[in-house]
C-alpha cells in the first residue's frame, strides 16, 4: 500500500485536485472512513481511496484507535480526501454495503436522539421527520395524534423506536398498549417495519451517490427471519467483524431489521388464540434491470448462527442459485459444505428420508399396518367363517331325533357290575339313550371362544387403522412442511463451476466471494425474480428458528462499470484512416495507472489481453456491441453531409480500451465502424487473400487498423507514464512484462484473427 501513496505524491499534473466536499458532513465523513477500515472486505476492495493525512492515533497494542481518529477528522475536514472517482469504479455492492452501515448508523444515533431529547433533536431534527413521515403512511388512525395541526405518531409508541428491542419485546410492547385488535398490532409492528426500510434505503442511495456510486434502480433491503427470540443469531448481530473480533464501529441494529409478520392462531388451556407470530423464512421479490445492463445482488449478513447455516436461495425462471454461510464468518458461497452445526437441507433429508420414510414403511412397508390390517381381516374372516359353520351344526343338533339302543351302554355295564359287586338285588338298568348333550356343550363353548376371537380380531383391525390413519395425517403434515421446504430450497438446483472465489454459474450467472456480489448477466428484458431467506429451525417441525439478519441490495450495473481505465473513443478517425492523434490517457487515469502498474509488478497477477476489429457496431440500447448481422449501406442516407455526423451513426464510430483489474489484469481493445460500406484501400496481399477467405468486409479490416493502432499507441503511453513515475527497476519491469504481452496478440477479426505485426 506504501508504494500507492508515495506515487500518489509523485504523480505531479497526473494527479487529479481532491475536493474536501462530497455531499457528506465532517462526522459522516469521518464515520464512513471508521466503518470502511474496521471492516476488512470494505478496506480491502477501497480503503486506500480513503487517504487520511492526518495522525496515527494508537492503543498501547499499536492497533488504530478510529474512535480518536474520527473525532480529528471532525475537527479538520481536510485530513480526509475521499477519492470518489475511484471507489466508483469498486464493487457497486460494496459501495452499497457502506452506504448501508452509514444510513443504519445515522437512523441508530436519531432514534437515539428521539428518546433521550423528544424535544431537542438538533441537527438530527430532518432527519427525524423523514422517518416519521414514512411512519406515518402506514399507521393506523388510532396510534396517530394531531399536534400543532401536524399529524404525529403518539407518544406511547416511542418505546417502539428502540433499536436494541427484540421482535418479541416489540410485540409484548405493542400489546401492552391495548389497541382495538391483533390487526391493529401488526398494522403499527408494520408501519415501523416500514419506516425503518424506507429510511435507510433512500439514505443509503444518496450516500452511494456522494461515493460515487450510479445506479437507476436501487433496491436495498433489511430482512430477518426466525422466531423473533433473543437467542444467537443477535448475539452474533453484526457486533463482530468478518474474522470473528467484536466490532465496536457498528452500531448494535437488532430492532432494525424487520420480520415479514403473520396472525398465527394458538392453542392455550384448550383455546385458540390470536399470536403475532414473525416468519420463520422470508422472500422478497426484485426484478431484472434489463436493457442490456447486469442486475447486480451483493449481501451482507449481520446476524447468523455460527451453529446453524446461513441459507439464502435466488430463482429466476425456475432455476436456483444457492449462497451458504460459512461457519466461522458471515460470508456467503455456493459451497454447501458445513461441518459441526445445522443445514437446511439436513432438516429436509431427515424430514424425507427418516420421518417421512419411516412411516411410509410403518403403513405400507412388507410388515406395516397394511400387511397387519390385511393379516387380521384374513383372520376375521376365517374366524367368522368358522362360527357360521359351527352355529349350523349347533342348530342342526337341536333337529336330530333322541336315540335308544336295546343294548346297554357302556355306563350301564359299568353301575351293574358295581351293583353286583356290592351285593345289590334291586339294579334295574335302562336302556341307552343319546341327547349328545356334552357335544352340544363343546359345541357352544367353542362357539363362544370364536366369538371372542372374532371381536378380539375386529378390535386390532381398528385399532391398527386408527394407527394407520394417525401414522398417514402425520406424512401428510410431514409433506406439507417438506413441500415448502423443498419449495423454498428450488426444485432444479443451478449447477456451477468455480475458479479462485468465482464461481460461474450453468447460464452465466456468477457470484464472487471477494464482494459478495452475485450478477445476472446483462439482458434485454426484464424479468421477476426472487430471493429467500430461511432460519434453521431445531428440528423439523419446531417452530423455533434462530435469528438471521441480511442486508440485501440489487441495482443495475452497466457491463464493464468497474474498469479501472475504460476510455472510449468516439469518432476520433479520419474516414477510412486509422491514424490517432490524440493521446489515450489524461488526468482522471492517474490513480488507475498506479494500480495498473502496482499489478503489473505483481508477478502472481495474469495478464490477459483481448484485441478485436469488431466492423460494423450497432446500438443495443446503451454502449455500441457487434452487429454479427450487418448491412451496409452504399452511402449515408441524406444527401446532406451533416447526417454523417448524426448520433445513430457517430455513436458507432467507435473505439475503446478497458482495462480491469480483479483477479488478473484483463484489457480489452475494441474498434467499431458505422454501416455505410467502407472505401479502404488494401494493398497487404495476405490480408486481401484472408478477406476473400473469410468473407471479411472492408469496415472490419479497417476496425482491426484502428485497433492494431490504439494497442501500438497504449505501448507507448504506458512505456512513457511507467518511465517518468516509476523508480527504474520498477519502470524496466512494468514496460517489460506490458510490451511482451502486447506483442504476443492476435487481433480477432470475424472467424479469424491476425497478428499486430499484420497490419
Known sequence: MKRIYILLFLLGPFIIKAQYYDGLTSEERAYLYHIVKKSPILNNNFGRFFDYNGPEVKFPNQTINYDSVELLIIKTPSLLVIRKNEIAKSAKGLIAEASNKMAI???????????????????????FER??????????????????????????????????????????????????????????????NHAINQYVSQRAFEIFQALGGVAIKFNNVLIA???????????????????????????????????????????????????????????????????????????????YNSKKQTTVVIEKNGLSYHLFGAKDTRFLSPDSSFSEGTTFQAIINDLEFNKIDKLHKLVFGKKGFDHWIEFNQKKKDGTEMKIVKREKDYSDMGYSPIQTSSKPSRQVKKSKRKAIKNNKDNFNGAPTTSSRRKERKKLQTEIVHLYGLFE????????????????????????????????????????????????????????????????????????????????????????????????????????????????KLEDVFESDQWSLNSPLFSKKDSVSLLLLFEALLDKQIDLNIIARGQGIGKWNGFKTIKDYRPKELSNYPSHSQTSKFDSTFLRLRKSEVVFTINRSIQLEINSYTDPVRSNLKLLDASINSAMSKYRLSKNDILSAYRTATIARQLKQEISIIAGNYLTRPEAKIVIDRFNKALEKIKINVGVTSFKLSAF
Open 225 to 303: 427471519a426466525g422466531d423473533g427470540s433473543s437467542t444467537t443469531g443477535i448475539l452474533e448481530e453484526r457486533e463482530k467483524d468478518e474474522r470473528g473480533r467484536w466490532n465496536k464501529g457498528l452500531p448494535k441494529a437488532v430492532g432494525l431489521f424487520p420480520y415479514e409478520i403473520i396472525i398465527e392462531k394458538t392453542e392455550v388451556k384448550r383455546k385458540m388464540i390470536d399470536n403475532i407470530e414473525p416468519m420463520r423464512y422470508t422472500i422478497s421479490d426484485f426484478k431484472t434491470a434489463g436493457h442490456n445492463k447486469k442486475t447486480n445482488l451483493h449481501f451482507d449478513v449481520w446476524g
Open 105 to 127: 448508523w445515522e437512523l441508530n444515533k436519531t432514534l437515539l436522539a428521539k428518546r433521550i431529547m423528544p424535544n431537542k433533536l438538533g441537527r438530527y431534527a430532518s432527519k
Open 456 to 567: 378380539a380380531y375386529k378390535k386390532k383391525i381398528a385399532e391398527l387403522e386408527r394407527q394407520k390413519k394417525e401414522a398417514l395425517d402425520l406424512i401428510a403434515v410431514y409433506q406439507r412442511k417438506l413441500d415448502t421446504y423443498k419449495r423454498l430450497m428450488g426444485r432444479k438446483w443451478a449447477k456451477y463451476a468455480e475458479n479462485d472465489g468465482l464461481y460461474l454459474f450453468e447460464d452465466s450467472t456468477t457470484f464472487d466471494i471477494l464482494t459478495q456480489e452475485f450478477q445476472f448477466k446483462a439482458n434485454d428484458s426484464i424479468e421477476d425474480f426472487e430471493v429467500r431467506l430461511i432460519a434453521i429451525p431445531e428440528s423439523c417441525l419446531s417452530k423455533s428458528a434462530d435469528e438471521v439478519m441480511i442486508h440485501i441490495n440489487a441495482m443495475d450495473a452497466k457491463p464493464d462499470y468497474d474498469a479501472r481505465i475504460n476510455i
Open 131 to 192: 422517518y416519521e413521515k414514512f411512519l406515518l403512511e402506514k399507521l393506523p388512525p388510532s396510534v396517530i395524534t394531531i399536534k400543532d395541526g401536524k399529524a404525529v405518531p403518539s407518544k406511547k409508541l416511542n418505546n417502539l423506536m428502540n433499536p436494541s428491542l427484540t421482535f418479541d419485546d416489540k410485540v409484548m410492547f405493542v400489546e401492552s398498549i391495548r389497541l382495538n385488535s391483533k390487526l391493529e398490532e401488526v398494522q403499527v409492528l408494520s408501519a415501523f
